[in-house]
């Protein structure tokens, strides 16, 4: 059974830092591109990166410069690093295998998501 479980939301001031987790199990993460996507409330899902399995990131214009992603293999967990965070960026964040995008998020499998809020 798949299972992605996202971790380190919380709750920060603008211009703070996070890094997210997101533990995965029950298929090949070391070979497997992943992605974090974000879903703020009533808006779209919106893509934020995609790293290869040998670690390569490709990001979201809007992101870069800001957020990191990285992943460890040997531990099967994706990162996400949060920097500069202003109140648009407050949204529940999921991390997903890339290998099952066909051109729609939401027909991706996803964790629960981990919740960020960034408020003065």
């Known amino acids: 059974e798949v299972q992605l479980v996202e971790s380190g939301g919380d709750s920060v001031q603008p211009g703070g830092s996070l890094t997210l987790s997101c533990v995965a199990s029950?298929?090949?993460?070391?070979?497997?591109?992943m992605s974090w996507v974000r879903q703020a409330a009533g808006k779209e899902l919106e893509w934020v990166s995609t790293?290869?399995?040998?670690?390569?990131?490709v990001y979201a214009q809007k992101f870069k410069g800001r957020f990191t992603i990285s992943r460890d293999n040997a531990k099967n967990t994706l990162y996400l690093k949060l920097n500069s965070l202003t109140t648009e960026d407050t949204a529940r964040y999921y991390c997903?295998?890339?290998?099952?995008?066909?051109?729609?998020?939401?027909?991706?499998?996803r964790g629960q998501g981990t919740l960020v809020t960034v408020s003065p």
């Open positions: 029950g298929f090949s993460f070391s070979s497997s591109p």
């Open positions: 997903a295998d890339y290998r099952n995008y066909a051109g729609n998020w939401y027909d991706v499998p």
């Open positions: 790293i290869t399995p040998e670690s390569v990131p």
